[in-house]
């Protein structure tokens, strides 16, 4: 797992801030939940190294979950996707987008289908509901500049990755 991608979750997740927390229980470095920290067997959420650890480990679960034949970089948004709402809500906007004659396997049909697990036409199709789509596509957008400035930073502007045509 690269590292300045594991940075820029961390960074949208607490701007690296080990004691921050969300109303939804969520806690540390990497925002994880209760049950996710004991799955991953941290004992201490608020620990940087424990937080960041578990962070990666289940990034790289939800990756994993993600289908083979799926390129990357698609690959890894989609599960930036799945670790911000959930990896049903990823089959759900999967789902969705299939359903719009996008291509599933896609990341930019996955992010215009996002959105619509907010309307109730679209949720009630699918198998987890509602989901805050607009949310989890800002999430993996900042994901995605803040992973490109730190490229940038690091290897130059050579490797820097031009914006897709339709970036938000």
Same mark, same amino acid.
């Given at each position: 797992? @690269?590292? +300045?991608?594991?940075?820029?979750? #961390? ?5 690296? &801030? ?5 109303? =939804?229980?969520?806690?540390?470095? $990497? $925002?994880l939940? /209760? !049950? ?7 004992? &201490? ?5 424990q937080?960041?650890?578990? #962070? ?6 939800? +990756? %994993?979950?993600?289908?083979? %034949? ?14 911000? $709402? ?14 719009? #004659?996008? !291509?599933? &396997?896609?990341?930019? %049909?996955?992010? +215009?289908?996002?959105?619509?697990? $907010? ?6 199709? =699918?198998?987890? #509901?509602?989901?805050?789509?607009? /949310? =989890? ?16 930073? =690091? /290897?130059?502007? @050579? ?10």
């Amino acid at each position: 797992l @690269d590292w +300045r991608l594991l940075a820029a979750i #961390g960074y949208q997740e607490s701007h690296w &801030d080990p004691e921050a927390s969300s109303h =939804t229980g969520v806690r540390g470095i $990497m $925002m994880l939940t /209760e !049950n996710t920290a004991a799955q991953l067997g941290l004992t &201490d959420r608020l620990d940087p190294r424990q937080s960041i650890d578990g #962070g990666a480990r289940y990034f790289l679960r939800l +990756r %994993d979950r993600i289908a083979d %034949d799926i390129e990357e970089p698609d690959r890894s948004w989609m599960a930036l996707a799945a670790y911000n $709402m959930g990896y049903g809500h990823l089959l759900d906007a999967r789902r969705i987008a299939r359903l719009n #004659g996008g !291509n599933p &396997d896609r990341w930019v %049909d996955i992010k +215009r289908a996002l959105p619509l697990l $907010m309307e109730r036409r679209w949720y009630e199709q =699918t198998r987890w #509901g509602y989901a805050r789509g607009h /949310e =989890t596509r800002v999430y993996v957008r900042n994901i995605r500049n803040y992973y490109d400035i730190l490229v940038w930073l =690091t /290897e130059g502007r @050579d490797a820097w990755r031009q914006p897709e045509p339709d970036q938000d």
